[in-house]
C-alpha cells in the first residue's frame, strides 16, 4: 500500500510541474494573439496541451484601434502607455505569477505528502 501512495505522489508532482508550465506556455502564446494573459494561463494551466491548442487556434484579437484618433487622444494613449511600461519595468507581472505558482505548488505538494503520511 506504500508503493501506492510513492507513485501517487510521484504523479500528482508531475502533474503539478506539467500545469505550472503549460499555464506559462499559455500565457505567452495569449500575449502573442493579443489576448488576455490571464485567459493563456488558466486555458494552459487546467486543460494542458489542449488548451494550448484551444489558445493557438483561437482568433487573433485587433491591436489596432478602428478609428482615427485626435491628437489629444493619441498623447493621452502615449501617456498612459509609458506610465504602464514604467510600472511594468520596476515591477514585472512575471515575478509575482512565479512567486505564486511556486507557492501554490509547493503547498498542494506538502498536503499531499501530509494525507498520504495518515493514510
Known amino acids: 500500500m506504500g508503493d501506492f501512495y510513492q507513485i501517487l505522489k510521484a504523479y500528482i508532482f508531475i502533474l503539478l510541474i506539467a500545469m505550472v508550465v503549460c499555464g506559462y506556455i499559455g500565457r505567452y502564446l495569449a500575449i502573442e494573439k493579443g489576448r488576455d494573459k490571464t485567459e493563456g494561463m488558466l ?13 493557438a487556434l483561437l482568433p487573433t484579437k485587433n491591436l489596432q484601434p478602428s478609428k482615427e484618433l485626435t491628437e489629444e487622444e493619441k498623447k493621452r ?24 505558482s511556486a507557492l501554490l505548488f509547493f503547498e498542494l505538494y506538502y498536503l499531499l505528502v501530509k494525507l498520504c503520511d495518515l493514510l
Not at 494613449?77 to 505564486?100: C, G, I, R, S, Y
Open 43 to 55: 486555458f494552459g494551466a487546467f486543460l494542458g496541451v489542449i488548451g494550448l491548442l484551444i489558445i
Open 77 to 100: 494613449l502615449e501617456e498612459a502607455k509609458l506610465k504602464a511600461q514604467d510600472w511594468h519595468n520596476n515591477f514585472p507581472a512575471w515575478v509575482t505569477w512565479t512567486a505564486l
